[in-house]
């Protein structure tokens, strides 16, 4: 697994002063402006996405009636919140732990569990 490099630009750097040899190693982050929206400090920043990536976020946000930015924010608020930085041990722990303990009331729960799912969805 290859290291990478965190390199804060603060100021104009040039890399060749960093002796940085593969550049592909390196990243970026610039922090270049802060400012106030809703009464909240944002800090600029910058984020490459893929073409369909892009049209797809400027889509959205054209039909919700909101900036991508802002689409960005609540989905980095979504992602944080639903992050429960469990690890895999303690994941399987808590499945183990709840396995058994609700029942349906169907007995052929394993062999229909399709349609029962269908079913629900259709309500």
């Known amino acids: 697994m290859q290291k990478t490099r965190q390199v804060n630009l603060y100021s104009r750097i040039d890399l060749k002063?960093?002796?940085v040899d593969d550049l592909s190693n390196v990243c970026y982050h610039h922090i270049d402006h802060v400012i106030m929206l809703k009464g909240e400090a944002m800090v600029r920043t910058q984020i490459q996405l893929t073409?369909?990536?892009s049209r797809a976020l400027k889509a959205l946000a054209t039909r919700r009636g909101v900036s991508v930015a802002e689409l960005v924010r609540q989905s980095v608020d979504n992602f944080v919140r639903s992050s429960t930085g469990l690890d895999d041990k303690e994941r399987r722990r808590r499945a183990v732990a709840a396995?058994?303990?609700f029942r349906s009331g169907q007995a052929?729960?394993?062999a229909r569990?399709?349609?029962?799912?269908?079913e629900a969805y259709a309500r």
């Open 113 to 118: 569990h399709n349609d029962y799912l269908a």
């Open 108 to 110: 052929d729960i394993a």
């Open 51 to 53: 073409e369909e990536q």
């Open 17 to 19: 002063e960093l002796a």
């Open 99 to 101: 396995a058994g303990k």
